[in-house]
């Protein structure tokens, strides 16, 4: 397994105002994936982040509000730009290893006030 | 889109065993199928997958039918600390698309 960790845990922000949350793991990974999570719901992905290449986004997310990105195989950013209360969620890194397995990171819960 | 689909939630006895059910009928030939639980808001814990084989880990085991168009997840011996969100995911050209879950509600 690897072991991840985000940044922050969980915050408290202004409508209008940025956050960036970011994702370490403890081993290097090709594919890594940004999930929300709306209160009450499942997860929902976002986009896939690969290390040289732009972000895939799946449909109902762009590049404008969730900036990402991939710097290295260890880490990724996620940013939550011009928020509003309707982006209050947990959001949630993963990374694939090479058993094809996906492993969570423990998550950042996001309060738009 | 997930391609599960499974019942909303299920109760069960302390120390009895749970039987998750899902289905997965559009699953095609080298398709996994994954097991992850949640629990409490925590990130999605991993709990075994599995191709066409049964499958058993220390944590659960996983029973496929011949057909491969539906799955169970077993924990032999459920605690009060399985209680939690479990998903059954079909990976999707490589990604995880989840659907709702069952709760699991393990009764004292």
């Known amino acids: 397994s690897a072991v991840i960790s985000q940044k922050p845990s969980r915050d408290i922000c202004q409508r209008g105002t940025s956050l960036t949350i970011q994702c370490q793991v403890d081993?290097?990974?090709?594919?890594m994936f940004w999930y929300r999570q709306q209160p009450g719901q499942s997860l929902t992905l976002i986009a896939t982040?690969?290390?040289?290449?732009?972000?895939?986004?799946e449909s109902g997310f762009v590049i404008d509000k969730f900036p990402i990105s991939r710097p290295n195989l260890t880490f990724s950013t996620l940013t939550v730009s011009n928020m509003s209360p309707e982006d209050s969620s947990i959001y949630l890194c993963s990374v694939e290893l090479f058993t094809d397995t996906q492993y969570f990171g423990p998550g950042t819960r996001l309060t738009v006030l | 889109d997930a391609k599960t689909t499974q019942p909303t939630s299920m109760d069960c006895a302390e120390g009895r065993a749970a039987n998750l059910p899902c289905n997965h009928s559009t699953i095609s030939g080298n398709e996994y199928v994954y097991w992850y639980r949640q629990i409490h808001s925590q990130g999605p814990q991993y709990i075994i997958h599995?191709?066409?084989n049964n499958e058993t880990n220390e944590m659960a085991s996983l029973i496929i039918t011949e057909d491969r168009k539906s799955s169970t997840l077993i924990l032999p011996h459920a605690t009060l600390r399985d209680t939690a969100v479990y998903y059954c995911?079909?990976?999707?050209?490589?990604?995880?698309?989840f659907g709702s879950g069952t709760k699991l509600n393990v009764k004292p």
């Open positions: 599995g191709l066409k």
């Open positions: 995911i079909v990976k999707d050209f490589n990604k995880f698309y």
């Open positions: 982040a690969n290390q040289g290449s732009e972000a895939t986004y």
């Open positions: 081993s290097q990974v090709t594919m």
